[in-house]
């Protein structure tokens, strides 16, 4: 035997007695998590412990990466791991490839942890939800194109209304390819702004079966869409995270169907209504303003006013009648006086003086001739006459 060995010669000799033990190899410990740390590599470290001892642990990125939830301190998890010595620091640990939460399912766990961070960050309020509209004309739904729900949805459109147009987007509701296909057939239908209100869900089933609808990406799609969204998966009871994300819940896609659109008969039938009430109201609005005229005419106050009324008529057409009487009379004083003035005015007028044989001789300008001094001997001036005009040479003077 060896005088001595070095601490890397025992490490490595008790990393190989604890490797070659069957148990130790491949084993399932149970405890609670502490001191837990996720380091920037992806790589998780931490410490396993029940009442009386602790055992550190490590989860490399590529285990890892297979959780369905995110580990915590208190956490009581069931890991599957090899226990084995890490040469280096001189010390065993679990090397741990599985772990799942112990006495609650670990996506259930997945669901509060994400359903708790998405609430934090203000995704399920109310304030942010987008109201639906009242007639849609374009109606887009995500969801498998082979499935009941899709059958039943359309069935349930066809029948309320003829009037919006539909839109399928087929896509996977289940399975790890799932969230992808919703979160594109969703952002689709807000790039194009191809639809006024999304249908997004699937039949019902198991946890497992509507984990896509569980999914971070899916509910975050959700909350991003500028177009309201209906969440309609197949669970009258249990929600999902697109339950709470979404403008509005329906416990199935047929109720969302029925909620999305107003049946035709029923709004006709409402409409119909509302006219008979208007127009009932219209009537009885008239009859209550005729009552209270007819009960108004026959108030005293209101007979002795039509008296009035009537006698003020009378005394008007009097004084229009003066009124007309007095103006025909200053007309009639008016043509008198004209007459008077025009008969003045005809005496003194050349025009009379020259009907009785006389006439005015004008220059070549047409100034009136009042002296001899004014023309000279060659000159054409004009002759005016009570009838006419003559032109004429001025030969002597």
Excluded at 28 to 49: C, D, P, Q, R, V
Excluded at 273 to 278: C, E, I, N, Q, R
């Amino acid at each position: 035997m060896k005088d001595a060995f070095t601490i890397t010669e025992i490490n490595e000799y008790i990393r190989n007695r604890l490797e070659s033990d069957g148990v130790l190899g491949n084993l399932w410990l149970k405890g609670e998590i502490s001191n837990f740390k996720a380091h920037s590599s992806g790589h998780l470290y931490f410490t396993l412990k029940d009442e009386n001892s602790v055992l550190r642990a490590v989860m490399f990125k590529g285990s890892a990466s297979s959780l369905l939830f995110t580990p915590e301190d208190g956490m009581k998890v069931l890991a599957k791991c090899s226990v084995r010595v890490y040469i280096a620091g001189g010390s065993y640990q679990a090397y741990v490839t599985e772990m799942k939460v112990d006495g609650i399912g670990d996506l259930h766990v997945a669901f509060e942890q994400l359903k708790a961070k998405l609430a934090e960050e203000g995704l399920f309020d109310v304030s942010r939800k987008k109201p639906l509209p009242r007639f849609p004309k374009r109606i887009g739904i995500v969801t498998s194109p082979t499935g009941a729900a899709i059958r039943d949805m359309l069935n349930i459109l066809g029948r309320r209304s003829k009037y919006p147009e539909i839109y399928v987007y087929p896509v996977l509701v289940q399975g790890s390819d799932a969230p992808p296909q919703i979160i594109e057939g969703i952002r689709f239908f807000n790039d194009t702004k191809s639809a006024d209100v999304i249908i997004t869900g699937r039949g019902g089933g198991s946890i497992e079966d509507l984990w896509a609808f569980n999914d971070e990406g899916v509910a975050r799609e959700i909350a991003r869409s500028e177009i309201p969204i209906i969440s309609a998966v197949g669970h009258e009871i249990d929600f999902t995270i697109a339950d709470f994300v979404a403008d509005l819940r329906a416990a199935t896609p047929s109720e969302a169907a029925e909620r999305v659109v107003a049946d035709d008969i029923e709004t006709k039938e409402r409409l119909k209504t509302a006219m008979d009430k208007l127009a009932m109201g219209l009537q009885n609005n008239v009859a209550i303003k005729r009552s209270v005229v007819q009960a108004l005419n026959m108030e005293r106050v209101f007979a002795g006013l039509e008296k009035g009324i009537e006698d003020r008529r009378l005394k008007t057409d009097q004084l229009a009648d003066n009124l007309l009487r007095a103006a025909e009379l200053i007309i009639e004083r008016k043509m008198q006086q004209l007459k008077t003035s025009a008969a003045g005015l005809e005496a003194l007028s050349p025009l009379a003086v020259m009907s009785r044989g006389y006439s005015i001789a004008f220059g070549k300008e047409g100034r009136p001739i009042v002296s001899a001094n004014d023309v000279k001997i060659g000159d054409n001036i004009t002759v005016k006459l009570s009838d006419g005009e003559i032109g004429a040479e001025v030969t002597n003077k």
